[in-house]
């Protein structure tokens, strides 16, 4: 296990980028695009655009779990 990287203090359990609250903090269609890259990243561990692209998809996702649980929706 190790620290969830999107700040809230849990721990994301080892081979998750995020802990199972946050993850599911994550809008549907960036999951979608993390679980994408990351197959094809595992299909060919010698190319670098692929790794470059999961890293991109995670980032976004990490981005928006953050957001998300530090600033959550309000009621307008």
């Given amino acids: 296990m190790s620290a969830c990287p999107a700040g809230c203090g849990r721990m994301a359990a080892l081979g998750n980028l995020l802990c199972r609250p946050c993850w599911h903090a994550v809008p549907p269609p960036l999951q979608a695009d993390v679980w994408r890259t ?10 670098s655009a692929a790794c470059a692209e999961y890293k991109t998809a995670a980032a976004a996702a990490t981005a928006a779990a953050r957001e998300r649980v530090f600033q959550p929706e309000r009621d307008l």
């Fill in 38 to 47: 990351w197959r094809a990243w595992k299909k060919n561990l010698a190319s």
